[in-house]
């Protein structure tokens, strides 16, 4: 008669620990384990950057070249601008000062026109000092004369016919000569005998005059 061991094996013992229908112990450990959460092997997603973080920053720098290039058109219409500008401006001093010279040859045209009338004036003026009864005409011929020559002279006429003065070449044209007298130490305007003029400050006709010395 042999004797038999009446404990139960290891596999006896794995199969009564399981119910019938029923979950191993691992099993339920794996089943109590929270949805989502990270196992052996794996990496939690949110511990890196994900594929959203570096688009936003590819827009965000497209936005910054934009408006880099907005900034750099901006200053160079500007800056065309203000060339314009002052090329206009230029523009507008040149066309103001060449008509006012225009303006001014026009006028002194006019007076070079007029000198032969003032001449013919002068002769009168000279006959009616000679003239020791001055009628009315003449009255009137003096009063107009020196209307005249008052107006041309507000406007920029300058009469040239002063005597014992050193001479001057620039506003005198010398026609006769004549002996010096003591104490000359220039040559001197000694008689003019036809008037000259200047306009603005420039000479518009030489004095016709007879010098000494």
Same mark, same amino acid.
């Given at each position: ?12 013992? %794995? ?7 029923? %979950?191993?112990? $691992? ?6 384990? /929270? ?15 994900? /594929?959203? %973080? ?9 936005? %910054?070249?934009?408006?880099? $290039?907005?900034?750099?058109? *901006? ?6 601008? +203000?060339?314009? +500008? ?59 004369r020196a209307m005249l020559m008052d107006i041309l002279a507000k406007e ?12 001057? /070449? ?23 005998? *036809? ?12 004095a016709m005059v007879r010098v000494r010395g």
């Open positions: 008669m042999s004797l038999h061991d009446d404990r139960p094996s290891a596999a006896e013992e %794995a199969v009564e620990g399981t119910e019938p229908g029923g %979950a191993s112990a $691992s099993e339920e450990a794996a089943a109590a384990a /929270p949805v989502g959460a990270p196992g052996n092997g794996e990496t939690d997603a949110g511990a890196g950057p994900g /594929p959203g %973080a570096s688009s936003h920053g590819s827009v965000l720098a497209e936005e %910054a070249s934009h408006l880099e $290039s907005v900034a750099r058109e *901006r200053d160079e219409y500007l800056l065309a601008l +203000q060339r314009t +500008q002052a090329d206009f401006e230029n523009y507008r001093k040149r066309i103001t000062r060449q008509q006012g010279e225009m303006t001014a040859r026009a006028a002194a045209d006019l007076v070079v026109k007029l000198l032969p009338v003032l001449d013919a004036l002068d002769l009168a003026e000279a006959h009616f000092n000679e003239s020791l009864d001055l009628t009315e005409d003449g009255k009137a011929l003096r009063a107009s920029g006429l300058e009469r040239v016919d002063h005597r014992n003065i050193p001479f001057d /070449p620039s506003v005198h044209d010398a026609v006769a000569h004549g002996e010096g007298e003591p104490g000359d130490t220039d040559t001197m305007v000694d008689e003019v005998l *036809r008037s000259g003029y200047s306009w603005k400050g420039q000479p518009l006709r030489p």
